[in-house]
Structure formats: C-alpha cells, structure tokens
C-alpha cells in the first residue's frame, strides 16, 4: 500500500525552526520527484518547494527562498523541508507529494502532477 506519513508541524514562534518529515512505504523513493505543498485557511494549495529525480535539482515559491530547504535521503525512504526564519505568514497545512515522473530532471509546483500526498502537517508560526 503506497503510504506518506508526515510529522514535525507545530507552534513555533516568529524567527523560528521546524523541520517536517514525510516516509514513503510501498515504493522506493529514489523514481520520484517530491514536493512540500501549503494551504493556509481560505486560500488555495500552493507549491512550496520541489526536487527532481535525478540531479536534485530544487524550486522554490518566492517567499520561501532562503529560509526553506527541501531535500530527501532515499536509504531512509523519506523527504524533508527545513524551515527556517518563519514568519506568521508560513502558518498552513503543509502537505508532501510524489510523482513518478518520465522526465527525472524536472520538477512542478503544480499540485495536479502528484499523485500520492500526505497526511498533512499544521505549522502554525505565532508569538
């Protein structure tokens, strides 16, 4: 049964840390292109970050660059996202996706080229 179990969301504090993890069981993580998607209260899904297959190649929404870091260990079949210097604004859902893509040196911020997502993680950044 293909399964992403996120964990790691919060309360953190503006100017803080989180770092959320997603483990993939049953499939191999290292076929997949992945992607930390957000959705705060109200709004549509947007796309945080992704990598590529096969050079790790990374992309990033504008207001994250700097502060986020996407990356993945596929021994441990899992992906990350550090988050670094959050703001109020980070406050969402943050959701993990994969896709097998045919292309492995690209990415989309595009919810509807994932195929399996995430649980969903709450982040909420407040003093």
């Known amino acids: 049964q293909v399964q992403l179990v996120q964990s790691g969301g919060g309360l953190v504090q503006p100017g803080g840390s989180l770092k959320l993890s997603c483990v993939a069981s049953?499939?191999?993580?290292?076929?997949?292109?992945i992607a930390w998607f957000r959705q705060a209260p109200g709004k549509t899904r947007e796309g945080v970050s992704c990598?590529?297959?096969?050079?790790?190649?990374?992309s990033y929404m504008g207001s994250v660059k700097g502060r986020f870091t996407i990356s993945r260990d596929n021994a441990r079949n899992t992906i990350y996202l550090q988050m670094n210097s959050l703001k109020p604004e980070d406050t969402a859902v943050y959701y993990c996706?994969?896709?097998?893509?045919?292309?492995?040196?690209?990415?989309?911020?595009?919810?509807?080229?994932?195929?399996?997502w995430g649980q969903g993680t709450q982040v909420t950044v407040s003093s």
């Open positions: 996706a994969t896709h097998r893509p045919i292309a492995t040196n690209i990415c989309q911020l595009n919810q509807f080229w994932y195929d399996h």
């Open positions: 049953g499939f191999t993580l290292d076929a997949y292109a």
């Open positions: 990598m590529t297959v096969s050079s790790g190649d990374t």
